[in-house]
């Protein structure tokens, strides 16, 4: 039934929803079905949804909605999948009908099944029908990096976050697969290792923190370059995982640990596991034994209660502690979470003045930060051309995909996937720019 028909995929949200995405891309292509770019053409349109805030729920609303205007051209079927149909399916089922298919998170193995039901049946809830699909993926990324899901879920409960009652409890994927996994990307020049918690994996499947151990058994795989952590929690980073850090070669030197915020008594509202100068001493720490170690965090401005103090203490934390790269969040009032009943909201327009003002703090830190290569060499891992200006463009170690900057460089040529050295001449607070020894104007 479905042999002649395209496939497009849209995904939202975050790299953990992308490589749930690749793993329904790869139901497809395995059954020898085409996917299309064009959502003109698609039969089939798949959006997988991300339903983290109030803002990605509507979101995802709108991109069904964006779909469902394709009918009367190609489009017969609209499948709606991830956190969204996870969390809500009672409520979204019955309104949201330009919806056919409604699939969870782990539903990929029973996507084509799904959609055949549908054609003869009508519209299908098929949410929880599923497992966990771990066979093999279809890369959106470019070729030379991808995202390694290590572990799905969480235990830590944060009471502003929907991510434990929408993906469970915490579940580590076993050692042997994901080595399995990573070693059918390809060659890659970066595996980007993601989890909502990478610092735990191991303590439900082994009875012990196992973080170090896939590390190792990854860095053996001749495909693999190097290694990038995002997601380390602060109170599970430990020795054996810095001393990791400093002595294996594949690991990039680093390290996304979203901190959230800087005040105790914030934190504890938060249920975070730590305190300032706990967060203070972990950076330190970090910097002394690995030197040169790029860390990354996020925070979260105006959650209920916050004082003005507060607010600006935290600023003076982001000063203090340098951070390469940060992200800032204004708080977003979560139904069915804790923090959603907490006295003490804080009003949206004060809410995105902490924002900026935090921004600011950060753009001066980062400024400052970037500025201290300019004249240098850097190696820069080409990852791709920047049309509108005619370079390059690419990441320095202290840059992740996406979320953070980027080296614009000039050269007479260069290739994706490949890494460079690169001259810096010149900086701003986001990015760096410079050349290869080799160019000329």
């Not at 190609?74 to 409520?91: A, F, N, Q, R, T």
């Not at 030197?291 to 965090?297: C, E, M, Q």
């Amino acid at each position: 039934m479905l042999e002649n028909k395209k496939f497009g995929m849209i995904s939202l949200g975050c790299d953990k929803n992308r490589v749930d995405a690749e793993r329904m891309l790869d139901v497809i292509r395995s059954h020898g079905l085409s996917v299309t770019d064009n959502m003109a053409e698609a039969n089939i349109l798949i959006v997988n949804t991300c339903a983290f805030l109030n803002a990605s729920r509507q979101e995802a609303i709108d991109a069904v909605l964006e779909c469902d205007a394709y009918r009367g051209g190609s489009l017969e079927k609209v499948v709606v999948s991830g956190c969204l149909p996870e969390k809500y399916i009672d409520e979204l089922f019955p309104s949201l009908t330009e919806g056919d298919i409604f699939l969870g998170c782990n539903d990929a193995e029973i996507l084509l099944e799904a959609i055949e039901r549908s054609y003869k049946e009508g519209r299908v809830n098929a949410v929880g029908c599923g497992r966990e699909h771990l066979a093999g993926r279809v890369l959106t990324t470019p070729a030379h990096y991808a995202y390694l899901k290590i572990a799905d879920g969480c235990n830590n409960f944060c009471t502003y976050c929907l991510i434990p009652k929408i993906r469970g409890k915490y579940r580590s994927y076993p050692i042997e697969k994901l080595v399995q996994e990573a070693a059918s990307l390809g060659d890659l020049a970066e595996l980007i290792l993601v989890a909502q918690d990478v610092t735990r994996y191991g303590e439900d499947l082994y009875g012990e923190k196992s973080l170090v151990r896939l590390i190792r058994c990854l860095s053996e795989l001749e495909n693999i370059h190097s290694i990038r952590l995002l997601y380390c929690y602060p109170d599970v980073i430990d020795d054996t995982l810095i001393a990791e850090m400093r002595d294996n070669e594949k690991v990039v030197k680093y390290i996304d640990i979203p901190l959230q915020h800087s005040e105790d008594r914030v934190l504890k509202l938060m249920n975070r596991k730590g305190t300032r100068a706990e967060y203070l001493a972990l950076i330190a720490k970090l910097r002394q034994n690995i030197p040169g170690i790029a860390i990354r965090s996020t925070f979260i401005a105006g959650f209920p209660t916050e004082t003005e103090k507060e607010s600006a203490a935290l600023v003076s934390f982001v000063r203090e502690a340098k951070l390469a790269n940060c992200g800032f969040f204004a708080y977003s009032r979560e139904p069915d979470t804790p923090a959603y009943k907490l006295k003490g909201q804080v009003p949206e327009r004060v809410k995105t003045k902490r924002v900026k003002r935090l921004y600011a703090a950060q753009e001066e830190v980062s400024a400052a930060f970037l500025a201290g290569f300019v004249g240098k060499r850097l190696e820069v891992l080409c990852d791709g051309i920047d049309y509108e200006n005619g370079r390059f463009e690419g990441r320095a170690y202290f840059s992740a995909p996406d979320i953070d900057g980027k080296v614009y460089f000039n050269a007479p040529e260069a290739q994706q996937g490949e890494y460079y050295t690169v001259l810096i001449t010149g900086a701003d607070s986001y990015d760096l720019f410079g050349r290869t020894e080799d160019y000329t104007e």
